[in-house]
């Protein structure tokens, strides 16, 4: 077992960063589009067999030090009752998104084993066939609430923000369900054999330090303490501004988009694990320009506690030239060969 990935959770002394890629299955890869083909994309993630076939795609082809279980952050919402496509170009959409109390008194919170139990049987099917630690994950209740009140994508979060100032009962109400959610259902993962789990919380950064702190922090912590024997990373995109506020979800590693300055993380968060932070478009780039930001990523988190990743997850353009100079780059660092 490559246990790369464990130690660098726990910081223990590694030769270099273990690597693994946020969406490192997915669109780029060709051998994606051949499974994918056959079935739309809500379809895929509910077929254990082919979601399991899709998440060691990219371990094939590159060697990751970890995978992560082939699914969506949207399931659960869909769990919960509310009606969820992929529409090609445009990615998710609700048909009737959450706007008053009434549409939230209308969820439920749903029975993992009973209403998802696709990416549990995923899971059994994957771990008797890696030899990586296989990550676990769920949407961080706001990233959540933000799609489910939006109804997709959004620019200015008008709704879900409108929502939490203007009827704050039943904005509670919702992140309430979709901790608790979000927490048995990190859980179950962990259960069915996940070695680690992760909370996105794409869109948090659209909050203010004042609205972060009150709502998606808290809940964040709410789901992350349901998780019992394995270790936590909360994602938390744009959170720059309130870095040093991360430590309060409980979490015990913590991912970091591109623009943090890892060594000024490293100060903020002291010895916590730390996950990333490649651009994602700087795949795009030139292979020497690729492998230099590669070392100086790994400089400034310094030799203990810090996984390799991107800043958010690969783009379906990306080049697989890309991925495999930075997966070189970071396999060839030695620590002990630094002055
Ligand atoms: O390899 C992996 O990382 C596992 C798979 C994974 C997917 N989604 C598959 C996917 C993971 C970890 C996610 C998480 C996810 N999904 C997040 C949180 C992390 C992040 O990237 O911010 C979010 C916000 C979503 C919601 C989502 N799913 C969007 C906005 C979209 C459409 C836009 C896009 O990037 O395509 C999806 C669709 C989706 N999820 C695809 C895949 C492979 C593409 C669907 C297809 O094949 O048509």
Redesign the pocket.
């Known amino acids: 077992m490559n246990d790369l990935l464990l130690r660098a959770l726990r910081s223990e002394p590694v030769e270099r960063p273990p690597i693994w890629?946020?969406?490192?299955?997915?669109?780029y890869l060709p051998e994606?589009?051949e499974v994918?083909s056959k079935s739309?994309?809500l379809g895929?993630?509910r077929d254990s067999d082919r979601a399991a076939e899709?998440?060691l795609q990219?371990l094939r082809r590159f060697n990751f030090d970890a995978?992560?279980?082939?699914?969506?952050?949207?399931v659960p919402p869909a769990a919960m009752g509310m009606d969820l496509e992929?529409v090609?170009g445009?990615?998710?959409v609700f048909d009737a998104p959450l706007r008053t109390r009434a549409d939230v008194d209308a969820l439920r919170v749903p029975s993992i084993e009973g209403d998802m139990p696709h990416v549990l049987e995923t899971i059994r099917v994957l771990v008797d066939q890696i030899d990586v630690p296989l990550?676990g994950?769920a949407?961080a209740p706001f990233?959540m609430a933000s799609?489910m009140c939006e109804g997709?994508?959004s620019k200015n979060f008008l709704h879900v923000k409108s929502m939490m100032w203007n009827d704050p009962e039943a904005f509670a109400k919702l992140m309430e369900m979709n901790a608790q959610t979000v927490g048995a259902y990190l859980q179950a993962q962990a259960e069915a054999g996940a070695s680690a789990v992760?909370l996105?919380d794409?869109?948090a950064g659209v909050l203010e330090r004042e609205d972060f702190e009150r709502w998606a922090l808290p809940y964040a912590r709410e789901a992350l303490e349901m998780v019992k024997g394995v270790p936590t990373v909360y994602?938390c995109?744009d959170s720059s501004p309130f870095l040093e506020l991360l430590p309060q979800t409980g979490a015990d590693a913590f991912g970091l988009d591109w623009r943090v300055d890892l060594s000024h993380a490293r100060e903020v968060l002291g010895d916590a694990p730390i996950m990333g932070n490649l651009d994602p478009v700087a795949l795009h780039g030139p292979t020497d320009m690729i492998r230099s930001r590669v070392r100086r990523i790994i400089r400034e988190a310094g030799p203990r506690g810090h996984i390799f990743n991107l800043g958010?997850?690969?783009?379906?353009t990306t080049p697989l030239e890309g991925v495999a100079a930075a997966v070189d780059e970071v396999k060839s660092w030695r620590w002990s060969e630094q002055g």
């Open positions: 890629m946020f969406r490192q299955a997915g669109r994606y589009h994918r739309d994309f895929l993630c899709v998440t990219p995978s992560i279980v082939f699914n969506d952050i949207l992929f090609p445009k990615g998710p990550f994950f949407g990233t799609y997709g994508g992760a996105f794409t869109w994602f995109r958010h997850g690969l783009l379906p």
